[in-house]
């Protein structure tokens, strides 16, 4: 049965995609203008002319606020500013636009790069509060009927004698302010401007001409209702550069109108809507009180954060009301807590928000622990009495209750609150959803929502340095949070903006309009954001820098990396891990280099920086953890690989610095966040540091001689003493060689002071890599691949053979020749398994979307998540809503595979699931699988145990940390020969990545032995 996604969704290829547009969006969103004359299109803007733009002076001030910008933005991509004529009588209260933005009181933009005339007409408003609209659809040249009435719509349509414009005029109509405003900012970004150009310096792209295309677009209200961010967590990266940029308020914050102003537009033009603003010191109602109402001025809905009830900022208790922490007490203190709460509702009243209810400990705290149900019960009373109060009818109220740790064991407990509240679901910290609507919760009136994170402080461990957030559970998430109804709020922490700018851009993509995007799309929608941004020439290949580094950055978060994350010794995967680091970096640096000057900047900013520091900072910690393992062998290299960790912190430093003093220091202070030097805590460290290290005396030879002798998957080292082999023993063992193994390796290593000539004697049926050589004290280890030439041993031999390896220069007063003994096994698959993954020295690993066979259950099926998760991809069940399963109710996966170890009884063969680190969405309902081989009894495993909160799941912190978990089940005794693996994933959260059958060969490896030899379907790669 073939898996396919969830929508029949097409991608055309590059050329067809961005033929005759202005700017390359139209895979996910129709275009509606062109930087080609086409069939019956008209000319807008060109180098000459420039665009006019009409709207009513009555209209919203966000509205004509956008209408300014998008004159701007046709200067910024033909070179001629649009004009902007804002007619009518009436004008809107935008003193707060005025004020902080510069903008001219009539709204007026000039032609002052050209005196010809002007080109074409764009006609903006809003149904209802524009003359020019309203005309246009009492004469019948508009027809608005499908988003009359609905949340942010809008209509795009080229008009014949449209109002006062000479021939046809693109005609932008908005249900409301923001419909108008996205309306009008969806032309900004088609004709080459991005929603970053200010906070990522993207410039803008160029076109002689812009010509509005002959089509109608009606855009439909957005996918969910409330679509914002949050800044936090913001110190010490973002209110260091906001200190040196802006006015300190006197409460000591720097996160005025001049600021917010940059963020009010970002959101806009990125079709958000929302905002909990900074809070660790900011207040944003008090720190410059001209922020609320340019809010509400530019169209912004502003919120607070789940510790903020009633519209109050955390700080404000205690630096603008005097209250003590011990005075955040509801049972205590209800009375100055009412007043408190009061004041925050009415100073928001006039203005456009969500308002937060309940209560929590003081600052992002939990409640004392013998806080009851009830309690909170009445401080949401109380909460309701007083927006009633303000408003008339609370239930009229935007409100919105989070439920971030401790607060979810309310809510299970029983708490209640009223049905038009908002319950704002949250994950762990770490992209896994906690927990989704059930039963009636569904048929709430106010809905709910999900507070997610692309930032952290907190347990198991900050992340706060790069963005590590891979798209594609991004989607897989949300995706299944707008399967179960939590659409009505998607608020994500970002932290401090930069430098998650590519998550946050995809975040509000799929926000806005999920249903166009399918499990497949985070590709093409790379390719497109980076055509968009910089151009086509090299949209793919930055692509695919940017979707390879999700996934590296992914396996395991920066933060969370030590020395002894990734293995040196097994399956070469520290090797492989940082030579696709290397390779990346490399492939970012040769687009860089092809990018223009006025490019560069913000290809930095987005890309270069994190591939380039991300790799570094992967290379620190396996530099760290070669230079202890070498160590413990003498190995004179130790210290080579102790001065690349120091060179290592330097390029860290150099990779900042150049962040911070390009364009002239406009990001100074943006990369401060520390992020090296993290020892077993969770708080960031207060200063930059190593991994411990050891210096070897590279002056004094080593007791067993000049010449040592390691192998893979040990940290034995002959000849001489150590602690992983016997006392004085000179002979180690190399892992089994099979047909079906890669080829082993030993290293010859420097251990003294003297060069030696080295020579390895093997049987004729060994292959070596190097058989002979020369090394110096300061020359680096010499690895040898050990292989076997098959064709030189008969079907079914089996040999122990070993490598003799012989040095110039003697073996000290504690060595003696040195042997490496290893197993080989002419093994072979029989001609009736035609197809399957093949036992590989005890072990068999295969990803999960190669499957032998699936089948489905019904109208169940699965579906491949393509480039999820730490390896290759996830497979999970196709329907959002398929929950409580069994084997006979859930489709099926098969994996056939050959053995030729049996497994005793006592032993069994253990099969590991690598699963994504997902939670219970329904409490009532875990996350399980069921695993069978062949005829023996299948094994159900609930493998994600709920405990009471706020604890997360038993083994929560190393699932995260290892971005998977890790569940095995054993099945007894299984012979020799061809079998079967049956797995039936029973809750739609269950997200397979990989699996692993151990029948005794398997060693440590963070993402599990490479792909194991597969018949019928091509051998898989390693990592």
């Not at 719509?153 to 405003?181: F, H």
């Not at 917010?260 to 909990?276: I, M």
């Not at 070993?802 to 110039?808: A, G, K, R």
């Not at 038993?954 to 290892?962: E, P």
Request: aromatic share 10%; proline share 5%.
């Amino acid at each position: 049965m073939e898996l396919l996604s969830r929508t029949a969704f097409g991608f055309l290829s590059l050329s067809a995609v961005f033929a005759g547009s202005a700017s390359a969006i139209e895979s996910f969103r129709k275009p509606t203008v062109s930087s080609q004359a086409g069939n019956g299109s008209t000319l807008l803007a060109s180098r000459g002319s420039p665009v006019h733009i009409l709207a009513d002076a009555a209209d919203w001030p966000g509205v004509l606020r956008a209408a300014h910008d998008l004159a701007l933005d046709f200067g910024r991509v033909t070179g001629t500013n649009g004009t902007l004529t804002a007619s009518g009588t009436g004008t809107a209260n935008a003193s707060a636009i005025f004020n902080v933005t510069g903008i001219s009181e009539d709204w007026s933009v000039g032609s002052s790069d050209a005196a010809g005339a002007t080109a074409g007409t764009i006609i903006v408003g809003t149904i209802g509060n524009s003359s020019f609209i309203d005309g246009l659809i009492a004469s019948g040249q508009l027809d608005v009927s499908a988003i009359k009435g609905q949340w942010e719509a809008y209509v795009s349509a080229v008009v014949p004698n449209a109002g006062n414009a000479t021939g046809e005029a693109l005609v932008i109509a908005g249900s409301d302010r923001r419909g108008a405003i996205y309306g009008i900012y969806d032309i900004s970004e088609q004709i080459g401007v991005s929603p970053w150009h200010w906070f990522a310096d993207i410039p803008a792209l160029s076109h002689e001409s812009i010509y509005a295309l002959k089509t109608t677009k009606v855009q439909k209200s957005p996918t969910v209702k409330y679509r914002g961010f949050f800044i936090n967590d913001e110190a010490p990266a973002l209110t260091g550069w906001a200190n040196k940029r802006y006015p300190i308020s006197p409460y000591g914050a720097p996160f005025g109108a001049g600021f917010y102003q940059h963020v009010f537009e970002l959101l806009l033009r990125s079709k958000a809507n929302y905002l909990w603003p900074a809070m660790w010191n900011g207040m944003f109602n008090v720190d410059d009180p001209r922020n609320q109402p340019l809010a509400d001025e530019f169209g912004i809905v502003m919120g607070t954060s789940h510790t903020e009830p009633m519209v109050r900022a955390t700080q404000e208790w205690n630096k603008v009301a005097k209250g003590s922490e011990s005075g955040w007490q509801w049972a205590t203190n209800n009375a100055t807590l009412y007043n408190y709460f009061y004041e925050g509702a009415a100073r928001a009243a006039p203005y456009e928000n969500v308002v937060t209810v309940g209560m929590r400990g003081y600052h992002d705290t939990a409640m004392s622990s013998d806080v009851q149900t009830s309690v909170l019960e009445a401080v949401v009373n109380a909460q309701q009495d007083i927006l009633t109060k303000i408003h008339g009818n609370a239930s009229e109220v935007p409100q919105m209750w989070c439920l971030y740790k401790e607060v979810q064991d309310y809510f299970e407990a029983g708490m209640e609150v009223p049905d038009w509240v908002t319950l704002l679901w949250t994950e762990d910290n770490w992209q896994n959803i906690r927990r989704l609507p059930v039963g009636d919760e569904k048929k709430r009136s106010g809905g709910a929502g999900v507070y997610y994170h692309f930032d952290y402080v907190g347990d198991s461990r900050n992340y706060k340095w790069l963005d590590t957030i891979q798209l594609q559970k991004t989607y897989e998430q949300m995706r299944l949070a707008k399967d179960r109804e939590a659409d009505r709020i998607w608020i994500v922490n970002v932290g401090d903006i930069k430098p998650a700018e590519i998550a946050i851009a995809h975040w509000f993509d799929i926000a806005y309009d999920i249903d166009a995007y399918d499990e497949t799309s985070v590709p093409q929608w790379l390719t497109e954001w980076a055509a968009r941004n910089f151009g086509e020439d090299h949209a793919q290949e930055i692509s695919d820098i940017m979707d390879e580094y999700g996934t590296l950055s992914n396996m395991r978060k920066f933060e969370w990396v030590e020395p002894s994350s990734y293995s040196i010794l097994n399956y070469e995967e520290a090797d492989g891990i940082l030579a696709r680091w290397v390779a990346l970096g490399a492939k970012a640096q040769k687009v860089n280099d092809a990018l223009t000057a006025e490019q560069q900047p913000a290809f930095y900013e987005t890309v270069l920086h994190r591939v380039l520091a991300g790799g570094n900072f992967i290379d620190v910690q396996v530099s760290g953890a070669r230079n202890i393992i070498y160590a413990q062998m003498g190995r004179n290299s130790a210290n080579k690989w102790m001065q690349r960790v120091i060179d290592g912190m330097n390029k860290d430093h150099n990779l900042t610095k150049q962040y911070h003093t390009q364009l002239n220091g406009k990001w100074n202070h943006m990369m401060d966040q520390t992020h090296l030097g993290y020892q077993g805590y969770w708080q960031q460290p207060m200063r930059q540091s190593t991994p411990d290290l050891r210096w070897v005396q590279t002056l004094e030879r080593s007791l067993a001689g000049d010449m040592g002798v390691s192998v893979e998957r040990s940290n034995a080292s002959i000849p001489g003493d150590d602690a992983w082999h016997g006392n004085g023993g000179s002979s180690l063992n190399l892992p089994d060689i099979t047909p079906f193994t890669p080829p082993r390796w030993i290293e010859i290593i420097s251990r003294g002071v003297d060069s030696f000539s080295w020579n390895i004697s093997a049987d004729p049926f060994i292959t070596l890599s190097q058989t002979s050589g020369t090394l110096k004290p300061t020359d680096d280890d010499l690895r040898i691949y050990v292989d076997v030439d098959w064709t030189k041993v008969p079907d079914g031999f089996g040999k122990k053979s070993t490598l003799n390896i012989s040095s110039s220069t003697d073996y000290g007063t504690q060595g003696g020749n040195p042997q490496v003994i290893v197993q080989v096994n002419k093994t072979s698959i029989p001609s009736s398994f035609k197809a399957g993954f093949v036992e590989s020295a005890g072990q068999i690993a295969f990803e999960a979307e190669h499957y032998t066979r699936t089948s489905p259950a019904g109208n169940l099926s699965y579906m491949v998540l393509p480039k999820y998760g730490r390896t290759k991809s996830g497979i999970k069940l196709a329907d959002g809503l398929a929950e409580g399963l069994t084997a006979s109710t859930a489709p099926v996966l098969e994996y056939d595979f050959l053995t030729f170890t049996s497994t005793t009884a006592a032993k069994g063969l253990n099969v590991t699931l690598i699963l994504s680190p997902t939670l219970n969405v329904n409490p009532k309902l875990p996350l399980a699988y069921i695993a069978q081989i062949d005829d023996l009894p299948p094994l159900r495993r609930q493998y994600v145990i709920d405990q009471k909160q706020p604890n997360f799941p038993v083994n929560w912190g190393t699932a995260v940390a290892q971005s998977a978990w890790l569940n095995t089940t054993n099945h007894g005794a299984v012979a020799a020969g061809a079998h079967t693996l049956k797995l039936w994933l029973v809750e739609a959260n269950v997200v397979l990545q990989k699996v692993v059958l151990d029948l005794g060969g398997v060693v440590y490896s963070h993402n599990g032995p490479p792909e194991s030899w597969r018949v019928g379907g091509g051998n898989g790669t390693a990592v």
